[in-house]
């Protein structure tokens, strides 16, 4: 299996173990998916998992680190495909829902 395949399959075992409410293991899978994909400079599958990984830290309540993976998710599709394609939407959206929580948090 090449490292683009295995990157894919750890993602996918990522999302599953999330949508299983296995957030322990999502966010140990994403893990190792990003670090592969970061060893190898692949920005398109960093700028997926990155997201997905977000969506688990916010999960976990670890919104700061959510912030920042959306950032840098947004930060690499920008520099591939601009800001006009439907995946940057949804990571921006993901962004702003990340943001207001932790301003929420602040307020209590």
Same mark, same amino acid.
């Given at each position: ?11 996918? &075992?990522?999302? &599953?173990? =999330? ?10 899978? /994403?893990? &190792?998916? /990003?670090?592969?994909?970061?060893? /190898? ?31 840098? *998710?947004?930060?690499?599709?920008? *520099?591939?495909?601009?800001? &006009? ?9 993901? =962004? ?9 948090? /602040? =307020?209590?």
């Amino acid at each position: 299996m090449c490292a683009a395949s295995r990157i894919g399959a750890l993602n996918r &075992q990522g999302m &599953q173990a =999330l949508s299983e409410g296995n957030l322990a293991n999502a966010d140990f899978l /994403l893990s &190792q998916a /990003l670090r592969q994909a970061m060893n /190898l400079g692949l920005a398109g599958f960093e700028a997926k998992i990155r997201n997905n990984l977000g969506l688990v830290c916010r999960l976990r309540g670890r919104i700061d680190e959510a912030v920042a993976h959306f950032s840098a *998710a947004l930060a690499h599709l920008e *520099a591939k495909v601009g800001t &006009q394609h439907r995946v940057y939407t949804v990571i921006a959206g993901n =962004l702003d829902a990340a943001k207001a929580e932790a301003a929420t948090r /602040l =307020l209590h």
